[in-house]
């Protein structure tokens, strides 16, 4: 059975005191549901270790929003998988579609990042999808595909399990626009289905032990239906990660959704 994770990318936002402020009001809503859920929350690298001792023991993991392909040098501006390992990270976005179209990361250039980060044993939190254009052309699969080929290219089949892939529309990103549940559900199968095609024999089961989380304008309306689906698994939450009360019922409605309650966890 695949544990749920919902992941909260803070992005480019945040300040000393804005941190603190959302971690006091976060970590009591978080704390319902860390046995059902995984959770970790992705600040920006100067506020790492400020949130990693409000994370203290809480069993809520740190993550970063990316990382480089290198371990060291000169390589001005990037920060490496040791240096976020040092800092106690757990989980590291590669390829978020804010990088690819913002920075020109390029699939190749992602799938250098999550060997990186898989190399330090952090878990690479692959982010893929396709453009408005590309989904009104109809090349949502083959932009996904080749993602996430990518990255197999690089690292082999069978060390994809090591990484959770997050599908996240990049016209859902950031616009209040959700993809409707019938088509999460669609690319979520496809992508499950283009693993257990592809994969060699000694890789079959991978494909279904891998964590397929969906990304893009979920909130506390939408979110109990889209981690319904049968191959959703969890979340890559944005602006509303910044809310504490917004982010706490995200997570509220992945463990219903799971089905695994933090109650039931403890009683049984
Ligand atoms: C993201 O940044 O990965 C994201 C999904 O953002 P939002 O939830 O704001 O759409």
């Keep these: 059975m695949r544990k749920p994770v919902l992941i909260g990318n803070w992005k480019m936002n945040g300040s000393l005191q804005a941190n603190q402020a959302l971690m006091v009001r976060l970590l009591p809503r978080l704390r319902l549901y860390r046995k059902s859920v995984d959770l970790a929350v992705c600040p920006p690298l100067p506020y790492l270790f400020q949130v990693r001792d409000l994370l203290g023991y809480t069993g809520i ?8 392909a290198f371990v060291s040098g000169a390589y001005t501006g990037e920060v490496s998988a040791t240096m976020l390992q040092e800092m106690g990270c757990r989980y590291v976005l590669v390829g978020h579609s804010e990088r690819r179209t913002l920075y020109g990361e390029s699939n190749q250039e992602v799938a250098a990042r999550f060997r990186a980060v898989m190399n330090l044993g952090l878990t690479p939190v692959l982010c893929v ?9 109809e090349q949502t699969s083959s932009v996904v595909e080749s993602q996430i080929q990518a990255v197999i290219d690089e690292v082999g089949f069978s060390a994809l399990a090591n990484g959770v892939v997050a599908y996240e529309p990049v016209w859902a990103i950031g616009t209040g626009r959700t993809a409707t549940p019938e088509q999460v559900s669609v690319v979520h199968q496809n992508i499950r289905g283009f693993i257990a095609a592809n994969a060699p024999e000694a890789s079959q089961d991978i494909s279904e032990g891998l964590r397929i989380i969906y990304g893009g304008s979920v909130k506390p309306s939408n979110a109990l239906d889209l981690f319904s689906l049968a191959d959703v698994d969890g979340g890559l939450i944005g602006g509303a990660s910044l809310h504490a009360e917004d982010f706490g019922s995200i997570a509220g409605s992945l463990a219903k959704a799971s089905g695994i309650l933090e109650g039931e966890c403890e009683t049984h």
Aim: charged residues 30%.
């Design 61 to 68: 993991a740190l993550g970063a929003q990316n990382a480089s």
């Design 129 to 137: 999808g396709e453009s408005l254009d590309e989904r009104e052309t």
